[in-house]
């Protein structure tokens, strides 16, 4: 009994019915060991990284576990040969793992988060018809945190659930004027800006299963995630014009989807020989990117300009609210591949050898209409190594890891055809590659 009543501790703890989206790391993987393995983590993680790739994970920590990262990601991207400006993604990862009892059975909490150097949150909107890569323009700048909680029911399962957090903002700017044609000294000009910066929330849950020492399967589900940004204008003024006052108002309302991420179901295995110095995982992911919302801006605007019946003035209509194209993305199944050998230098030193691939198909259809939704089939490789000292003081029984990786993307040329020979923008093909380099520092206390 004490079994289910801690399974059902842990669901109550997380899930909540008021649950929201987006995720910021998905590019590029959290923390180096992970990311040099090609992100092929599910059945293999027990550090703050398993807050991320699968809860369940954090309950195979041997010990309070701390870690502090930083990474970099440099854009190289073109379209018909010429260099597309994306901003470059870095930041601050950290996290922890706290493991205990709960109910006599074995229990961890973990902590993980991004933080980036530049900005809290930034979220980029564009028209529909202008050209960008779409996976990779938009996400960069946001602020990332996720806590989870797992347990151990028997010696073979495995159970966590957590919930993520990112920044989501929300501006009013408010304009009042007086405009005074006669004696424009006379004009006057307030104005106001109030934004708020919020939080949105969304699932994760996880299991794994241990088929003996050596092997392991495991499952991971990542809730759909979305982060909107609503921003509301309204200008209210008089204009002065030859002894009569004019009073005029606009409002502007604009919404959009700026960064979306599929719901996502992985399925892993790991599998270690050479007692347990060489390890292999393979994850195969689901990702259902035929739920994708458009970045494309939905705005509206009234302008109300009560002009008086003796002036012969037209003010033109309102502009059409703005039309979304639905982009028709599809699902995808995302293969992983990692491998690590810890090989020992000595009785208190290792140094690990990890490398990954993954292959991730484009879900962007053709654009062959007006929407241009830049996007190619991305190959994924990375590597890594560091450095692992055992038991290097008296006072730190534990261990203290040092771990780099580099990661190398690969989005080969997609050439793009437009059925409307007059088309805007025409026929254009695009492709090229990022670099991400990152390193991790992190200390166990048994």
Known sequence: ?????????????????????????????????????????????????????????????????????????????????????????????????????????????????HLPDERLSRIRTRAQEEPRFELYDNRPQLLYLSTAIAVRPWRFLEVGVGISYLAATRGTPEIAATANLQDPHASQLRHEVKADLRSVRYPQAGVRV???????????????????????????????????????????????????????VTLGTRA????????????????????????VSLSSAVLDVKVPPSLPVTIPKNPEPTRIIPPNFHDRLVPRVGVEYRMPVTEALEVPLRAGYAF??????????????????????????????????????????????????LLPDRMTRKDNPADFVGDYHAGGSILALGVTFGVGFP
């Open 1 to 113: 009994m004490a079994r289910w009543l801690a399974c059902g501790a842990v669901a109550v703890a997380f899930v909540s019915p008021e649950l929201a989206r987006a995720n910021p790391i998905d590019t590029f993987g959290l923390g180096s060991r992970a990311t040099a393995m090609g992100r092929a983590a599910v059945a293999d993680v027990t550090d703050f990284s398993a807050v991320y790739y699968n809860p369940a994970g954090l309950v195979g920590a041997q010990g309070m576990d701390l870690s502090l990262g930083y990474f970099h990601a440099e854009h190289h991207l073109s379209m018909n040969d010429r260099e597309v400006e994306v901003e470059s993604a870095r930041g601050l990862v950290f996290g922890l793992v706290a493991p205990g009892e709960i109910l006599g059975l074995p229990f961890a909490f973990g902590l993980a988060g």
């Open 360 to 409: 991730e198909r484009s879900p962007v259809p053709e654009q062959r209409g007006v929407t241009n939704f830049v996007d190619n089939d991305r190959h994924v490789l990375s590597a890594g190594t560091g450095v692992r000292l055992l038991k290097p003081l008296p006072e730190l029984p534990g261990d203290v890891r040092l771990d780099g990786h580099v990661q190398w993307s």
């Open 272 to 295: 270690r020989f050479l007692d347990h110095r060489l390890t292999a995982t393979l994850d195969v992911g689901w990702e259902q990117w035929s739920a994708y919302e458009s970045s």
């Open 210 to 264: 241990h088929l003996g020492d050596d092997w392991a399967v495991a499952l991971a589900y990542r809730d759909q995630t979305r982060l909107k940004l609503e921003l509301d204008t309204r200008l209210d003024g008089n204009i002065d014009a030859l002894g009569l006052e004019i009073p005029a108002s606009y409002s502007l309302s604009s919404s959009n989807v700026g960064v979306f991420l599929p719901r996502q």
